[in-house]
């Protein structure tokens, strides 16, 4: 078995050099206990990459991810981008270019409720209570990737959106292995009533359903399942869509379990993957150690499973979960009593190793007292 692990770390812009440190500092943590060794090889990407370099996905970069076992990512975007419009270069254009050099055609987004955090939600108890969701979005084709047109001079401008049944296939494969393991329900999201290319989906869902007998296949059109989410989100397993539309529905199920800065993803291939959080680079928050690292912890949770690691995985969200009932939180979850980014991190690596050992006394944690014995 494979104990030593190249993992490319790309803290991009924002506050996601700060929270990757913090999945970091707690892969150290798991390479102590499950005597497994971590190589972390960095790179530059999105903004920082920009401002250095001028390009934002350096040659070196994407080499660097190229010859990793996995990539661990931050965040990407900055105001002095999104607020020119005449931009030429862009940061997120280092990210899509790194999915489709690495062939990153599934992006995956699990979405649980803590039961301590159900108060933070906007939505009411009885509707998000045990929602656990599985999201498959496709990574590398539609709208990001087709062709683009602007005319200044004309006040025109396009975006072609194309699918081909073989960048379909293979996601709707995972989404419906996934569901087999779940709850045996598989919901594409499409809009087939307006779309040729949710049309395709459609088809190309009921040919490959035949081969899983076993799972409930439906359909629900986008702006349906905008409403459902907040509506009834329980009603979903496994949702498989197209690459907007997983972006969009994505960012709106993250309200769900109380803040985006719990919620991981990661980007599958067939021979790379990356991890990242789902939340962007909030710069407001850059700098000032209010960040959540919780997302880009439970990426690297998803990165051990990746590599094989499942009882470290496991190890990991049983850590968060004590994290998060013991009310260790960041400032998003807990206005009154909150804690740094950089103590959460070290909270999270100190259960790993000395779980009910650890040198954290809970009951000062729960009244805001020092929390060193």
């Not at 994407?62 to 990793?68: A, F, H, N």
């Not at 996934?178 to 709850?183: H, I, T």
Request: proline share 4%; net charge negative.
């Amino acid at each position: 078995m494979k104990t030593s692990f190249n993992i490319a770390v790309l803290p991009g812009d924002g506050i996601g050099p700060e929270v990757v440190n913090e999945s970091i500092k707690i892969l150290n943590a798991i390479g102590e206990v499950f005597n497994y060794t971590f190589e972390f090889t960095y790179g530059l990407m999105g903004a920082e990459a920009i401002f250095k370099t001028g390009n934002p996905l350096p040659d070196e970069t994407l080499q660097i991810c190229k010859e990793s076992d996995a990539v661990l990512f931050g965040a990407i975007g900055d105001p002095s981008f999104d607020h020119n419009p005449d931009a030429k270069v862009r940061p997120e254009q280092g990210l899509l270019k790194l999915r489709k050099e690495l062939g990153l055609f599934a992006n995956i987004r699990p979405l649980k409720t803590y039961s301590s955090l159900i108060d933070k939600s906007p939505l009411k108890k009885e509707i998000i209570e045990g929602a656990d969701i599985q999201i498959f979005r496709e990574l590398v084709s539609g709208i990001y990737f087709g062709e683009k047109f602007t005319d200044d001079e004309a006040g025109y401008a396009y975006d072609v959106c194309k699918y081909n049944r073989d960048e379909i296939a293979p996601i709707v494969h995972m989404a419906f292995q996934e569901a087999q393991k779940r709850r045996k329900k598989l919901t594409l999201i499409d809009k087939a009533n307006v779309l040729d290319t949710s049309r395709l989906w459609r088809k190309v869902c009921k040919e490959i359903a035949r081969e899983y007998p076993d799972v409930e296949l439906d359909f629900m059109f986008v702006d349906n399942a905008a409403m459902q989410l907040i509506l009834n989100p329980k009603q979903f397993d496994v949702i498989v869509t197209e690459n907007m539309f997983g972006d969009i529905i994505s960012d709106e199920a993250s309200v769900i379990g109380g803040s985006i800065g719990l919620l991981p993803s990661a980007s599958i291939g067939n021979e790379n993957a990356l991890f990242e959080p789902i939340h962007g680079s909030y710069p407001q928050a850059k700098g000032k150690g209010i960040a959540n690292p919780v997302a880009s912890v439970l990426s690297t949770a998803m990165m051990l499973d990746y590599l094989g690691l499942g009882q470290a995985a496991e190890k990991l969200r049983q850590s968060v979960e004590y994290t998060i009932e013991n009310k260790y939180v960041t400032v998003d979850l807990n206005a009154d009593q909150h804690y740094s980014t950089s103590e959460v991190g070290s909270f999270i690596a100190d259960y790993i190793k000395y779980s009910e050992k650890s040198y954290y006394n809970f009951e000062n944690v729960k009244i805001g007292k020092s929390t060193i014995v």
